[in-house]
């Protein structure tokens, strides 16, 4: 009984052992469920805690990007409406600290005139000027009250301290844009530069030039060119009108796209092409295939080509027995056939390119330069009434000047394409007033007099470039108003000053007197003559058809953004106020 007792007492025992085991093991092992969630726990609140860090950091970079993209938005749209140009004429105008450039003492003033070029025609009134924009306009019928126009732009209170231009009986008119000149910077100064050849621009109220892809050395056909005429342009006292540049179109950079893009991208405002020989060697002629193969990269880049187009003749169609010091025979062997053909090229590669495309670009037409023949003119104007995107320009010599009025050996007055008759002139002035022929420009070729091979007038093989970037206005208001005495001021500059902005993709802000716009002026008197003197003459070469010239049209002042770089009783500004203009830097039209 006792060794039963015991062996059941030792069974409970063992038992009770095996419980409490049980039970500690299911204790342990609950508390290591339990350290085990609270770690979970810790880890997940831990982990969310850093979720809740990152989301902020990502929501804080998030809502930076954001108002740094609004900023953006914010200050591009002021920059497109013009609110930063009107914000910078307040700094221009008011900051102790900022030295007005040119022959004013200020950067705010008031011009008054009684004939002030319009939007459509002429009128009176007042502009203000503030930095380097038109601040506002007060424009209406003549004999209006000065105090109230100058109340009405400036306030009551501003209106005693204000500096005032009144140039009366002056026309005021936008400034001349000239499209077509050649400066040769770099590697042919001796020809023309930069420097003189904007001086001259300035007293002949030109307010803008863009500089032909040649005859500098090298010739403007890489981005690397382009550059580097922007860059002269910008230099320290190196132009005193503002200048933009042309491209080269040329064989070697027709076909490739991104050549072409390239060289848009570094600022050009577009190209330019010879149909024929240019002059020199190192800018080669393109044929129709290569304007054909470039026509659709320049229609997507949205800019013009512009195009002396003129096609040789084959060398039975030219007698060779021909006298030299003759003018007749440089007019034999550049026929106007020559134009036509060319014209009629470009015309047909205009047809096809609007079968495959009919995508619409504003800013990009094939651009005639230098017309002189007055069929191949109306060939132009038949294809614009096909709505065909080609324009054209002509040049005040031939508008001026006729093959009967060139003396034997006069090589000042070789060009090409060259002046032609007097019946062609007249047509070609009936054209301008007309509105047929788009727009001017001075194709200022300039050479050294020993090119121009006086001592044996040589028409055949001396220079074919006329200087004349100084008598632009002057003379091809000679010719309107010799051909129509009762002819306005508005037509001169609609097509010299208003066709050019737009030509450019500057029409929102250069071309036209009109409130927020570059304060580009010229004041010039349409009833005196201009200074033709050798000793007047800024060009580097003085040799030239209008020198000594009488012709209506006398510059009086000329303002570039504001500044006044020329004045007629004082000459140009000591000190350049032009710079470089961009292509892709100038502000976009906004979008109406």
């Given amino acids: 009984m006792v060794e039963t007792t015991v062996d059941r007492g030792e069974g409970e025992a063992s038992g009770l052992t095996r419980r409490v085991k049980r039970q500690t093991n299911t204790s342990d092992e609950a508390t290591r469920l339990s350290t085990s969630r609270t770690k979970s726990k810790k880890n997940a609140g831990s982990a969310l805690r850093k979720m809740k860090e ?75 000027v503030r930095g380097e924009i038109i601040a506002g306009t007060f424009l209406g019928r003549q004999g209006l009250n000065r105090s109230l126009i100058l109340e009405r732009l400036v306030g009551s209170k501003k209106s005693s301290s204000i500096h005032i231009l009144d140039y009366k009986d002056y026309v005021v008119g936008p400034g001349l844009i000239d499209v077509h000149v050649h400066m040769n910077d770099p590697g042919r100064a001796d020809w023309e530069t930069m420097y003189q050849a904007t001086q001259a621009a300035a007293a002949g109220g030109v307010t803008m030039v863009v500089d032909m892809p040649l005859n500098s050395d090298p010739v403007t056909t890489t981005k690397k060119r382009v550059l580097e005429k922007i860059r002269i342009g910008a230099g ?61 990269v320049i229609r997507s880049l949205d800019v013009p080509l512009l195009v002396h187009a003129e096609l040789e003749l084959d060398e039975e169609e030219v007698d060779a027995d021909l006298q ?44 005639v330069v230098h017309i002189s023949d007055d069929k191949a003119l109306q060939m132009i104007v038949d294809a614009k009434k096909r709505h065909l995107p080609i324009t054209v320009e002509t040049c005040p010599h031939y508008l001026l000047f006729s093959k009967e009025m060139i003396p034997k050996g006069a090589t000042e007055f070789k060009c090409a394409p060259p002046i032609r008759d007097a019946a062609n002139r007249d047509a070609l002035r009936r054209g301008v007033l007309r509105g047929d022929i788009d727009g001017m420009s001075s194709d200022h070729s300039p050479s050294p007099e020993s090119m121009k091979m006086k001592d044996t007038g040589d028409f055949l093989n001396s220079w074919g470039g006329i200087s004349v970037v100084q008598y632009s206005l002057p003379a091809t208001w ?47 008197d349409p009833k005196s003559n201009a200074d033709t003197s050798r000793e007047g003459c800024y060009q580097t070469q003085k040799l030239s058809p209008y020198m000594g010239r009488a012709m209506r049209g006398k510059v009086v002042s000329t303002f570039v953004m504001g500044s006044m770089v020329y004045d007629s009783g004082v000459g140009v500004s000591a ?17 109406s």
């Fill in 54 to 128: 990152e989301a902020h950091v990502t929501r804080y970079l998030l809502s930076g990007v954001m108002h740094i993209a609004v900023l953006g938005a914010v200050v591009r749209m002021m920059y497109i409406g013009g609110v930063i140009d009107l914000m910078e004429s307040y700094y221009d105008a008011w900051a102790p600290w900022v030295v007005p450039c040119g022959l004013l003492e200020t950067k705010e003033y008031v011009i008054f005139s009684e004939h002030i070029v319009g939007r459509y025609g002429m009128v009176a009134g007042g502009i203000h």
């Fill in 478 to 524: 000679e010719s309107l108003v010799s051909a129509d005495p009762s002819v306005s001021p508005f037509v001169l500059h609609a097509a010299f000053s208003g066709f050019p902005a737009s030509l450019l993709g500057m029409e929102h802000l250069k071309g036209r007197i009109s409130d927020g716009k570059h304060a580009d002026l010229v004041v010039w």
């Fill in 236 to 296: 320290k006292n190196s132009s005193f009108v503002q200048v933009g540049v042309w491209a080269g179109l040329v064989p070697e950079n027709a076909g490739n796209r991104s050549v072409l893009k390239g060289l848009v991208g570094a600022g050009a405002f577009g190209f330019k092409a010879f149909m024929a020989h240019s002059g020199i060697n190192d800018f080669e002629k393109v044929s129709i295939d290569d304007i054909e193969a470039a026509l659709p």
């Fill in 575 to 591: 000190t350049s106020c032009g710079t470089s203009i961009a292509k892709k830097s100038i502000r976009k039209k906004r979008k």
């Fill in 324 to 367: 030299k010091d003759l003018y007749s025979s440089w007019l034999h062997i550049r026929p106007p056939e020559m134009e036509r053909r060319a014209v009629q090229q470009l015309i047909d590669a205009l047809e096809k390119l609007e079968k495959t495309s009919t995508n619409e670009k504003k800013g990009f037409r094939i651009h």
